[in-house]
């Protein structure tokens, strides 16, 4: 089974800080994609990555920053956290041409 | 970019009755994938089934069924004979096969099931 782990479940993060979250997938899949999601917004696109080392903008990309260096793994930044950022990080990815992405299990932030 | 349209942000359906969760879309490309996903309370998102802009047939999976309608761009999720289980937040979304297979998300459904 394709797998896709997001390093933390729940995070707890001052505002300020630097904050980093991970997203690994194991199957080889070339596009990878982050999204926050907030209650009555649905999913919404923040960066996504056709390939290591490329990057696109997505809809909301302000106040964050990504990085691909490994086909396997596709990072997302905030480079100061701030309470508007609270919200639930999904991560996934899929093959090119193949109809299915495949989610991570969600990081809850909280930025006091 | 695309633009996915939920317009519904609560249903309530009887247990065994069939539901359709409605989705819009907008595009300008004619290559485009539309899917729908279920978020059980569990948060993960659980794949249900897949449109082809190019497919001429609606795709059936089990008791889901996607009523597509090309002309009026819209996409929506037929649930036949609901279980408790389904209840659950639905989300519409689109990839755009020519633009760098992007995929974007509406607002989502929240479908109670009462027994």
């Known amino acids: 089974d394709v797998k896709v782990t997001q390093s933390s479940r729940y995070l707890v993060k001052r505002t300020g800080e630097k904050v980093f979250l991970e997203c690994v997938q194991d199957m080889d899949h070339e596009n990878m994609f982050w999204y926050r999601q907030d209650p009555g917004l649905g999913l919404r696109l923040i960066y996504f990555s056709y390939d290591v080392k490329m990057k696109e903008k997505g809809d909301i990309p302000e106040g964050y920053s990504v990085s691909r260096e490994k086909k396997e793994r596709f990072s997302l930044i905030l480079e100061s956290a701030s309470t508007n950022q609270t919200s639930m990080y999904l991560c996934?990815?899929?093959?090119?041409?193949?109809?299915?992405?495949?989610f991570g299990q969600g990081t809850r932030l909280t930025v006091v | 970019a695309q633009k996915i349209t939920q317009t519904q942000p609560g249903m309530f359906v009887q247990e065994k009755e069939a539901v359709t969760l409605d989705c819009t879309y907008d595009?300008?490309?004619?290559?485009?994938?539309l899917f729908w996903y279920k978020q059980p309370s569990s948060g993960e998102m659980i794949f249900l089934i897949y449109q082809g802009s190019y497919d001429q047939q609606n795709a059936t999976e089990g008791r889901y069924s996607l009523n597509f309608q090309k002309a009026r761009k819209s996409a929506n999720l037929v649930i036949s004979a609901s279980q408790l289980g389904d209840s659950a937040m639905y989300f519409c979304a689109m990839r755009d096969w020519d633009n760098n297979n992007d995929m974007r998300f509406g607002a989502g459904t929240r479908l109670t099931v009462k027994p």
């Open positions: 996934a990815s899929f093959i090119t041409g193949n109809t299915e992405a495949f």
């Open positions: 595009t300008s490309d004619p290559s485009y994938g």
